[in-house]
């Protein structure tokens, strides 16, 4: 079946210009989770939803930084203003409710900011 | 709140040889316990998991034991190839916080 998927695989943007990352987390899973992946820094919690529940942003780490998800399915990333410390891997992962149970994630975005 | 500490690479090792990468964490609760590898270019994929106490996950000959009384879960292979060189994260879920908690990962390099 269908893994998480991303878009784009690739993006380099110039700094200040807005940026949107787009997750296809898999069909039924009902929670969804973004992180970034910075070079020596590992993997850090950006945002989370969980069904029809207001998402859980405390790991955003600005207010430039921002997601929403569409009808329970499709999540969108957006960052403005985007600034060269915001170059890294983005991370998107679905999963069901049960916390014994992984999280599958895409390939990701990475993301360049001249 | 909840972390999870693994020893930082590069590791390297020759293939054949024996490989353990250590994992501790601290949580609330009764975590479940996962490691994951991200081979050169691709994304995370789950290679074991072990959801109790004493519960030993297994997958393409990697093996970890969740120990709750040294809050450890660490990697071991017996004979490692040149096609485990990879980057290995170890991660907890369900102690304080609903996602994910990573360790910062090891790069490990299988020299042939």
């Known amino acids: 079946g269908a ?20 997750c296809d987390p898999i069909s039924g899973h009902t929670a969804l989770y973004w992180y970034r992946q910075s070079l020596g ?3 850090e919690f950006l945002i989370y939803f969980q069904g029809n529940s207001a998402p859980d942003k405390s790991g955003l780490p600005s207010d430039r930084f921002s997601a929403e998800r ?27 409710g049960p916390y014994n149970s992984p999280l599958h994630f895409g390939n990701g975005t990475r993301l360049t900011v001249t | 709140g909840d972390s999870v ?10 293939e054949e040889a024996f490989l353990t990468i250590n994992c501790t964490y601290t949580a609330t609760g009764y975590p479940s316990l996962f490691w994951y590898v991200q081979y ?33 879960f ?39």
């Open chain 2, 40 to 72: 050169p270019g691709e994304g995370l994929q789950l290679l074991l998991k072990a959801t109790k106490a004493d519960d030993k996950g297994s997958n393409k000959g990697f093996e970890a034991t969740y120990r709750k009384e040294t809050t450890s």
């Open chain 1, 70 to 96: 569409t009808g329970g399915s499709v999540s969108t990333l957006t960052i403005q203003r985007t600034q060269q410390e915001d170059s890294a891997v983005y991370l998107c992962a679905s999963g069901v």
């Open chain 1, 41 to 43: 820094q590992g993997l």
């Open chain 2, 74 to 112: 660490h990697l071991e292979k017996g004979s490692v190839q040149v096609s485990d060189s990879a980057v290995y994260f170890c991660a907890l879920r369900g102690g304080g916080a609903d996602g994910l908690t990573f360790g910062k990962g090891t790069h490990l390099i299988i020299q042939p």
């Open chain 2, 5 to 14: 500490t693994q020893m930082e690479g590069p590791v390297t090792l020759s």
């Open chain 1, 3 to 22: 893994g998480v998927s991303q878009s784009p695989s690739n993006k380099v943007t110039e700094k200040g210009k807005d940026v949107e990352l787009r």
